[in-house]
């Protein structure tokens, strides 16, 4: 069973527009929320992350969302640009040491 | 720092051989964490460490599948013996500790990319 569910594995993007990628969980224990960003051939690195506590987080160009009541989660990317294009995955944690990812979803950002 | 550094980066064997791969954290890092991606699961945890003590492996597939940090700079992933569907890019990962737990950023390895042929 799934816990942390990205639905959509591929997405594509006009360069300059706003990327949206989302994220839902299923265990209402889990209190903080990370995305990854990862290049082919590199390890996954940390983009931005959110407490349950908030319900946004801003960090330049990315912000994300947080839908408690939903147990949803959104990461937008304004303005999309070519570097940007990679697969990102959401992650999340509660009070065990665990994270748990998803399966991650492929931006493509077009020209 | 250099890094997570993971060894090798590629490994291609056959069924049935020994497989080992290595890691070695940041220095001063705390928790270590082996994961498995292959395109039907994502990017899955196998087992984390702490201290080096090991403290969570309900993620190991199997008995085939063994790991230990014999100390704070170096871990190994033993697969014995390999079968085809072991086939996936094996990372790395550490994290500092302290108060904010597993709430840090983790720090990726490159990987290993493993071909069970």
């Known amino acids: 069973d799934q816990q942390v569910k990205q639905n959509s594995p591929s997405l594509s993007v006009q360069e300059g527009r706003i990327s949206i990628l989302n994220c839902d969980y299923t265990n209402s224990m889990f209190d903080y929320f990370l995305w990854y960003k990862k290049y082919p051939a590199e390890g996954p690195t940390f983009l931005i992350s959110i407490s349950s506590i908030k319900d946004k987080n801003e960090d330049g160009r990315f912000t994300v969302f947080l839908n408690k009541s939903a147990k949803h989660l959104s990461l937008h990317i304004v303005p999309s640009q070519p570097g940007d294009s990679a697969v990102y995955f959401c992650?999340?944690?509660?009070?065990?040491?665990?994270?748990?990812f998803g399966k991650g979803t492929r931006l493509h950002i077009l020209p | 720092d250099a890094g997570v550094i993971q060894s090798p980066r590629h490994e291609v064997t056959e069924m049935g051989q020994e497989v080992t791969l290595r890691c070695k954290p940041i220095s001063g890092h705390d928790y270590l964490f082996w994961y498995r991606q292959t395109m039907m699961r994502g990017l899955e945890l196998l087992i984390y460490?702490?201290?080096?003590?090991?403290?969570?492996d309900s993620g190991m597939p199997e008995d085939r599948f063994s790991a230990k940090m014999p100390n704070a700079s170096f871990s190994t992933l033993k697969i014995q013996p390999s079968e085809p569907r072991d086939s996936a890019v094996y990372f790395c990962?550490?994290?500092?500790?302290?108060?904010?737990?597993?709430?840090?950023?983790?720090?990726f390895g490159p990987g290993t990319r493993l071909t069970v042929l």
């Open positions: 460490f702490n201290n080096n003590v090991p403290i969570d």
């Open positions: 990962a550490s994290i500092p500790g302290g108060d904010l737990g597993p709430y840090n950023e983790q720090f």
């Open positions: 992650a999340a944690s509660g009070v065990d040491d665990k994270i748990i």
